[in-house]
Structure formats: C-alpha cells, structure tokens
C-alpha cells in the first residue's frame, strides 16, 4: 500500500505564490492534479522518481515547477503568479509503475485527500 498526503495549501491573492508538498511512501511517478467544482480533474504536473524527467500542463508552464527531494519521499509543487482560475482543490497522486500519460488521472493508483488553493483578485 503507497500512502500519499498532501500540504501547504492556502489562501492567496492573486500574483501571489503558495508551496504544496507531497509525502508518498514510495512512487515511480507522482503527479499534482487539480479539480475545481464542476469541472474534471486535470493533470498540472508530474515527475519521474529516476531522472526528475517533468511534465506541465500549458496552464502550470512558467509558472509552477515540481521538483522532488534527493530522499525520493517528498515532491513540491512551487506555484507563482497565481491566478483566480487557479482556486481549485490540489490532489497528489503516486504511481508505482511507468506511465505512458503522465498528466492524466486515470494513470495512478494511489491518491491524497487534497489541500485547497483558493486565490482571490
């Protein structure tokens, strides 16, 4: 059983930047997913635990960065210039297995409770 949790979400206004963390027991990809009520969950970034290989959602390019500690047990997701569209409920999601779709939800077994972002204008 892989156990993930997630941190460090919060209010902000926007510009502002936030940091979220994710413990997981172990992953071979862990990807930061996003949901925001009554729309579907979207990818927004992953990584790879072997090279930090990293995939961004257009939405997350230049302004959010995934990065994971030399532990492997531990992966941020540094969010700046935050925007309104942002606010959304942030999930961390591990997989134990190589996947051919990094940014898509139905690639990973393994899920938090998720932490809330809200960012106001």
């Known amino acids: 059983q892989v156990h993930v949790a997630e941190s460090g979400g919060g209010s902000v206004q926007a510009g502002g930047s936030l940091r979220l963390s994710c413990v997981a027991s172990?992953?071979?990809?862990l990807g930061w997913f996003r949901q925001a009520p009554g729309k579907e969950r979207e990818g927004v970034a992953s990584?790879?635990?072997?090279?930090?290989?990293?995939s961004y959602a257009d939405s997350a390019k230049g302004r959010f960065t995934i990065s994971q500690d030399n532990t492997k047990t531990t992966v941020w997701l540094q969010m700046n210039s935050l925007k309104p569209e942002d606010t959304a409920m942030y999930y961390c999601?591990?997989?134990?297995?190589?996947?051919?779709?990094?940014?898509?939800?139905?690639?990973?077994?393994?899920w938090g409770q998720g932490t809330q972002v809200t960012v106001s204008s």
């Open positions: 999601a591990a997989s134990r297995f190589l996947v051919n779709r990094p940014l898509q939800y139905d690639m990973y077994d393994y």
């Open positions: 172990e992953y071979t990809y």
């Open positions: 990584i790879y635990v072997g090279d930090g290989a990293t």
